[in-house]
């Protein structure tokens, strides 16, 4: 019977510690990456620039008008979005910071065009030359505007919350000073009627036995 039992138990492997899975997964992830990168890099700045340039159609004020609704939109909507990075749970973060990069994914794009040093960005830089006059500038300009009206919308937003926080602590003190208020009232009241019964008590003591009968 013994013998049995130990024949159906099969000895299980040594299962690796938790922390060299992960370190696994991390370096699968960032493989996955470069690899995503590097397909990116060799065709999206040159896709980027054509559409750009096939949306602009070599008009100056066109290229401007184009770079800063880009810039601002793409901007600003992003730095609003870290703005609420510092929630509590670790999720939400990564969420809004993914969330985040997929916004801003049109200016990253630009800036694979302009910055970029191999031939795909090199294409892209020719196509904008030639089709897309003024984007890059007002790009640039639409990118300070929407980050500014960003950081004011922040800003004004965490006013908004402090002076409602503010508020809100200034109305619980005046319940508890009003509860507090409340309390001494009905401590004075008390003590007076104790005050008042231990009076009536002690006249009634002090006076002569045949006028306390008539009352």
């Given at each position: 019977m013994s013998?049995?039992?130990q024949?159906a138990?099969?000895?299980r492997?040594?299962?690796p510690p938790?922390w060299?899975?992960r370190a696994?997964?991390?370096?699968v992830?960032l493989l ?6 590097a ?8 896709w980027?620039?054509?559409r750009i ?5 070599g008009?100056?004020?066109?290229g401007?008008?184009?770079g800063m ?6 901007t600003a ?12 749970r670790?999720k939400?973060?990564?969420a ?7 916004v ?12 970029g040093?191999n031939d795909?960005?090199?294409?892209g830089?020719d196509?904008?030359?030639r089709?897309?006059p003024g984007?890059?500038t007002?790009?640039?300009v639409g990118a300070a505007v929407?980050?500014?009206v960003?950081?004011?919308l922040?800003?004004?937003r965490w006013?908004a919350v402090r002076?409602r926080r503010?508020l809100g ?9 009003s ?9 004075a009241?008390?003590?007076r009627?104790v005050?008042?019964?231990r009076e ?5 003591r002090d006076?002569p ?7």
């Amino acid at each position: 019977m013994s013998e049995e039992r130990q024949g159906a138990v099969e000895p299980r492997g040594v299962e690796p510690p938790r922390w060299a899975r992960r370190a696994v997964v991390i370096m699968v992830a960032l493989l996955l990456a470069l690899g995503a990168y590097a397909l990116a890099a060799a065709f999206l700045p040159r896709w980027w620039g054509e559409r750009i340039g096939a949306l602009i159609g070599g008009s100056t004020p066109t290229g401007v008008l184009w770079g800063m609704l880009f810039g601002a939109v793409f901007t600003a909507l992003p730095v609003f979005l870290l703005a609420f990075v510092l929630r509590p749970r670790w999720k939400v973060r990564v969420a809004l910071v993914l969330l985040a990069v997929v916004v801003a994914v049109p200016n990253l794009l630009t800036l694979s065009v302009v910055l970029g040093g191999n031939d795909a960005a090199r294409d892209g830089r020719d196509v904008w030359s030639r089709e897309a006059p003024g984007f890059v500038t007002g790009t640039w300009v639409g990118a300070a505007v929407g980050a500014l009206v960003s950081v004011l919308l922040i800003l004004a937003r965490w006013s908004a919350v402090r002076r409602r926080r503010q508020l809100g602590a200034l109305r619980h003190d005046l319940e508890v000073s009003s509860e507090s208020d409340r309390l001494h009232r009905e401590e004075a009241d008390r003590l007076r009627r104790v005050a008042g019964e231990r009076e009536d008590a002690e006249r009634r003591r002090d006076e002569p036995p045949d006028l306390a009968e008539n009352r």
